[in-house]
T-cell receptor, first 117, second 111 residues
Framework: DARVTQTPRHKVTEMGQEVTMRCQPI?????VFWYRQTMMQGLELLAY????????DSGMPKDRFSAEMPDATLATLKIQPSEPRDSAVYFC???????????????FGEGSRLTVL | DAKTTQPPSMDCAEGRAANLPCNHS???????VYWYRQIHSQGPQYIIH???NNETNEMASLIITEDRKSSTLILPHATLRDTAVYYC????????????FGTGTRLKVLA
């Protein structure tokens, strides 16, 4: 059963520490999305990739957040330095964009719950 | 991508049909309507999508008005497990493939 895998599932860290979240998209998918969810803001799109190239990261605080896809099987979201306001659930999703027809559904991971003290 | 408007919350009795409306009055010809739901703290889950015609799958039915300015997601026999936040999203079939989630409708199925 193909699924998007995210690690870690839970992370508690102290302000100022570096945090790296990882995502393994579904094999064969060519788009990867990073979302952040909080009670106040809902689901916010942080960044997304197509064929490993970043298409849009305008939703990310540039000074502290970075997103990369070192290869087709791994996407990373890094926060350095972390702050208490970064506490949220971070979701990764992958999908298949074919260029025509329906855009394709997204498959979400279980999320990484980050708490910054 | 067109903006969508959904009621913030709805209740539905267990076993009855849940009809969730979505307004997308600025939708353009190449934009599809997608529905997702998010149960508690899980990741959102795809339900159904459509362009012009009504669609049905094992989870739900999607009714799109003739002018495509609104749609309704129908859960024919709601169960307690259908309690979730339901998101209506409009996306085009080309371009940036951006997926923007709004605030959705919080559906509560009552026993």
């Amino acid at each position: 059963d193909a699924r998007v895998t995210q690690t870690p599932r839970h992370k508690v860290t102290e302000m100022g520490q570096e945090v790296t979240m990882r995502c393994q998209p579904i094999l064969g998918h060519n788009t990867v999305f990073w979302y952040r969810q909080t009670m106040m803001q809902g689901l916010e799109l942080l960044a997304y990739f197509r064929n490993r190239a970043p298409l849009d990261d305008s939703g990310m605080p540039k000074d502290r957040f970075s997103a990369e896809m070192p290869d087709a099987t791994l996407a990373t979201l890094k926060i350095q330095p972390s702050e208490p306001r970064d506490s949220a659930v971070y979701f990764c999703a992958s999908g298949l964009a074919q260029g025509q027809g329906p855009p394709g559904e997204l498959f979400f991971g279980e999320g990484s719950r980050l708490t910054v003290l | 991508d067109a903006k969508t408007t959904q009621p913030p919350s709805m209740d539905c009795a267990e076993g009855r049909a849940a009809n969730l409306p979505c307004n997308h009055s600025t939708i353009s010809g190449n934009e599809y309507v997608y529905w997702y739901r998010q149960i508690h703290s899980q990741g959102p889950q795809y339900i159904i999508h459509g362009l012009k015609n009504n669609e049905t799958n094992e989870m739900a039915s999607l009714i799109i008005t003739e002018d495509r300015k609104s749609s309704t997601l129908i859960l024919p026999h709601a169960t307690l497990r259908d309690t979730a936040v339901y998101y209506c999203i409009v996306r085009r079939n080309s371009g940036t493939y951006k997926y923007i989630f709004g605030t959705g409708t919080r559906l509560k199925v009552l026993a």
